[in-house]
DNA sequence: CCGTATCCGGGCAGATACTG
DNA sequence: CAGTATCTGCCCGGATACGG
C-alpha cells in the first residue's frame, strides 16, 4: 500500500493513529537516541533530549512502550534503574524516520526561506490593504 | 545526515519545526490527497479529507503554502475558483512520507496488538495495586 | 465557492511537591 | 534514581455566523 494506491487506503484513521505518535516530537526524539545509543537510562534520555521534563519524558515513553515500540527493563537495585531500548518493531521504524531525518536536513533551509518570502509578502499586504489576514497569522 | 550520524545532528530544532508539520495529521493528509490527485479545489479537498473543518483545512493549506510546500492559485471567476497543487519541493515530501504510510500498514496491526496486551496487563496490575498508575492512564 | 472573525470548551504541557 | 499526583494556564480545534 502506498500514497498513490487508491484502492485499500484503508480508512486513514490508521494512518492519523499512527502519525500522532509519530508526529509527537519527543516520540522521534527518544526513538532516535534509542537507535544512536542502543539502551538509556530514564535520566541518560531526559540530559541527551534538549527541553523535555520529566512528566512528558514518562509519558512518552509509556506511550511508546504500550505501543510496542520501546522496551523497559526494571533492575530492582538501589537506587532503582530502568533502562529503555527499541524492540524489534522500533527498530524497523528508524528507515522511514531517517528517511524523514534526511529530508529534514535537505530542505530545512528552504523552508525557512520560503517563510520569509510568504512573510514579507504578507506583511506588504496588510500595510496596503487592513484586515483580510488569515486568521490574524496563525490561530 | 541521518539519524546514526552523531555528528552535525544541528540543533535536533529543525527536525523539531519540520515535524511539527509533518506530524500534524490534516498538513499530511493534504499533502497525501495532493500527491495522490495532482490538482485540487478547496471544497475536493475538504470533501476527500475525512472530517476536516473548514477552518483547520484552510490554516493547514496556509502553513503548507507558506513552507513552500504547496502553490496555491486563485483564478479570478465568480463564483471563486482556488486550485491547490503541490510545489517541486512538497513533492519531494512524497517519499519520505510514503515510506512512513507503507510502515503503518505493514506495522499497524502489530501496534493494536500490543496496546490491547500492555492494557490488559495494566488493567490486571490496576486491580492488584490500587493507585500507582502511570499519570491514571494518559494525561 | 472560498474563505475570515469570534466565541468557547477540553485537553495538553509545564511547574511543583512528594515517594520508594 | 525514577517515577507519580495535582494544579493551572493556554493553545488548539470545532461550531457558528458572516462576507466578497
Redesign the interface.
Same mark, same amino acid.
Given at each position: 500500500?502506498?500514497? /498513490?494506491d /487508491?484502492s485499500k487506503h484503508?480508512?486513514?484513521s %490508521?494512518?492519523?493513529?499512527?502519525?500522532?505518535r509519530? +508526529?509527537?516530537?519527543w516520540s522521534?526524539?527518544v526513538v +532516535?537516541m534509542l537507535?544512536?545509543n542502543g539502551t538509556l537510562r530514564f535520566n541518560e534520555l531526559k540530559r541527551l533530549i #534538549?527541553g523535555v521534563s520529566q512528566?512528558m519524558l514518562?509519558?512518552t515513553l509509556?506511550n511508546l512502550?504500550?505501543? +510496542?515500540?520501546v522496551s523497559r527493563t526494571i533492575y530492582p537495585e538501589v537506587p532503582p534503574r530502568v533502562e529503555y531500548s527499541l524492540t524489534e518493531?522500533g527498530k /524497523?521504524?528508524?528507515?522511514?524516520? #531517517?528517511?524523514?531525518?534526511?529530508?529534514? %536536513?535537505e530542505?530545512?533551509h528552504?523552508?525557512i526561506? %520560503?517563510?520569509d518570502?510568504?512573510?514579507q509578502r504578507q506583511t506588504a499586504v496588510e500595510a496596503a490593504e487592513p484586515r483580510k489576514i488569515?486568521?490574524a497569522r496563525g490561530q
Open positions: 500500500m502506498s500514497l /498513490t /487508491t484503508s480508512n486513514c %490508521a494512518m492519523s493513529d499512527v502519525l500522532s509519530i +508526529g509527537d516530537k522521534v526524539m +532516535g537507535s544512536r #534538549n512528566r514518562t509519558l509509556r512502550e504500550r505501543d +510496542g515500540l518493531m /524497523t521504524l528508524q528507515e522511514p524516520i #531517517n528517511a524523514l531525518w534526511d529530508w529534514t %536536513a530542505n530545512h528552504s523552508i526561506d %520560503a517563510r518570502i510568504y512573510d488569515a486568521y
